[in-house]
């Protein structure tokens, strides 16, 4: 069976930095594309980082860039993605997601064609 957890989540208050991690179980997850997506009640599902397979291109939103790094551990099945200071503005679930097919290594920043999903983790920064 493949799953995907996250965890790392929690309450803090702005200007806190949060590490956020997503282990990956079933299969092994190196070939894929991974990336971090996030979701607040009422709004679309939004890419917040991916990065390549080899850990060598990482992508970031503009809401995350200079902010939040994403890096992986292919030996462990891991990604993290890193979070310094934090907006109530990035309060959100946080889903790790992976994708199988990325061709020419392309970092998508959609939800398809994203293949497998973790369950989320609750973010919550207060003001």
């Known amino acids: 069976q493949v799953q995907l957890v996250e965890s790392g989540g929690g309450l803090v208050q702005a200007g806190d930095s949060l590490t956020l991690s997503c282990t990956a179980s079933?299969?092994?997850?190196?070939?894929?594309?991974m990336a971090w997506f996030r979701q607040t009640p009422g709004k679309k599902r939004e890419f917040v980082a991916g990065?390549?397979?080899?850990?060598?291109?990482?992508l970031n939103s503009e809401v995350s860039k200079g902010r939040f790094t994403m890096s992986r551990d292919n030996g462990k099945n891991m990604v993290t993605l890193q979070m310094t200071d934090l907006k109530p503005a990035d309060t959100g679930v946080y889903y790790c997601?992976?994708?199988?097919?990325?061709?020419?290594?392309?970092?998508?920043?959609?939800?398809?064609?994203?293949?497998?999903w973790g369950q989320g983790t609750q973010v919550t920064v207060s003001s």
């Open positions: 997601a992976a994708d199988r097919t990325n061709p020419g290594n392309m970092i998508e920043t959609t939800v398809p064609p994203y293949d497998d």
């Open positions: 079933g299969r092994s997850f190196s070939s894929d594309i």
């Open positions: 990065i390549t397979p080899n850990g060598h291109q990482i």
